[in-house]
């Protein structure tokens, strides 16, 4: 058992975070002592759950003031689909339309708000960083551009890297998602892309890592690796979870709608939260924000 475990009184293990830990994001520091809720504002016309929702900007800015009274850290803005059927590429110019008018906004609105692009273009990335961003969210690990690294160290933006394999149009399908040993594999090319970034300059206190629930992953893949997070916080990063309203939820659940989703999900982030991550990326925040509150404390408790 390392330092940062704990055996509870039955024998369980409940993954701690350093003491004092910090995500370092920019001229910030977000505290890691205790979980942190990523709020996602998809401005898209086309996402898998919310898509066409929030892609008119007064109703994205009104989303993210909603997503910051249920006590969201952070604001994760997206301007390109990865959805599993069809999702379509856009160019850096449409998605730099769509994400920095709403980000330069939700900056001069919430100058407090710590806000995040979801992207893995460099040119969307700069600019949003421009308008006010404070982290990069590339779902893509820095695979997909080769200027993406250079640009996060320069800027020291925080930094999140995601598992996936493939491109924008089939990262999220099950095309790329074969694995002799998939826990084996995504702490291997995580590892490869965390390698990469500290070869780059980007400052370790700036980087989160993300297993990429569902992308080039059935739902078998997921749920292994919610069950492999002390694995991959074994990295050295702190861990993000983006389980929400995803298809493996559907699938053990049975719900059909994603957005009815929300307590499936909820089930997934305490789950995660209890194995070591504590970055939470989700639609609804409120319920997430309460239970992983409630479960924070009883794991407290429990020392
Ligand atoms: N999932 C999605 C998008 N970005 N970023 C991180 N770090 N982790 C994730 O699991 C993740 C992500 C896909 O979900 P969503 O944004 O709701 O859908 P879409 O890609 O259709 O916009």
New binding site residues.
């Given amino acids: 058992m390392t330092g940062r475990e704990r055996a509870s009184p039955d024998g369980a293990l409940v993954q701690r975070p350093p003491p004092g830990g910090r995500w370092r994001v920019g001229d910030r520091e977000i505290p890691l002592g205790r979980p942190v809720v990523m709020g996602?504002l998809?401005v898209?016309p086309d996402?898998?759950?919310?898509?066409g929702e929030f892609d008119d900007p007064s109703r994205a800015i009104e989303q993210a003031a909603r997503m910051l009274g249920e006590g969201a850290d952070v604001i994760d803005v997206?301007g390109e689909?990865?959805?599993p059927q069809g999702?379509k590429p856009v160019s850096a110019a449409e998605e730099r339309a769509r994400v920095v008018p709403v980000i330069g906004e939700i900056a001069r609105r919430f100058p407090e708000a710590v806000i995040s692009v979801?992207t893995v273009k460099s040119e969307t990335a700069a600019a949003a960083l421009g308008a006010g961003a404070r982290i990069v969210?590339d779902?893509s690990g820095f695979r997909l551009d080769a200027r993406m690294a250079a640009l996060c160290a320069r800027e020291r933006c925080g930094v999140?890297l995601?598992h996936s394999r493939g491109e924008v149009p089939d990262m999220?399908t099950y095309r790329h998602a074969v694995y002799d040993d998939v826990t084996a594999a995504v702490v291997a090319e995580l590892r490869a892309s965390l390698d990469g970034a500290l070869a780059s300059g980007i400052d370790p206190a700036a980087i989160v890592l993300?297993p990429?629930?569902?992308f080039a992953k059935r739902p078998e893949h997921s749920l292994a690796m919610i069950a492999a997070l002390p694995r991959i916080a074994a990295l050295g990063r702190p861990v993000?979870i983006?389980a929400?309203?995803k298809r493996f939820i559907g699938d053990l659940t049975g719900v059909r709608d994603p957005s009815d989703r929300q307590h499936g999900t909820v089930g997934a982030n305490v789950a995660a939260l209890l194995l070591g991550a504590r970055i939470f990326?989700v639609?609804d925040v409120a319920p997430s924000r309460q239970a992983l509150d409630v479960a924070w404390a009883v794991i407290e408790a429990a020392r």
């Fill in positions: 996602i998809n898209t996402s898998f759950s919310d898509g997206g689909s990865t959805r999702a979801d969210n779902v999140v995601m999220a993300d990429g629930l569902g993000l983006g929400s309203r990326r639609h």
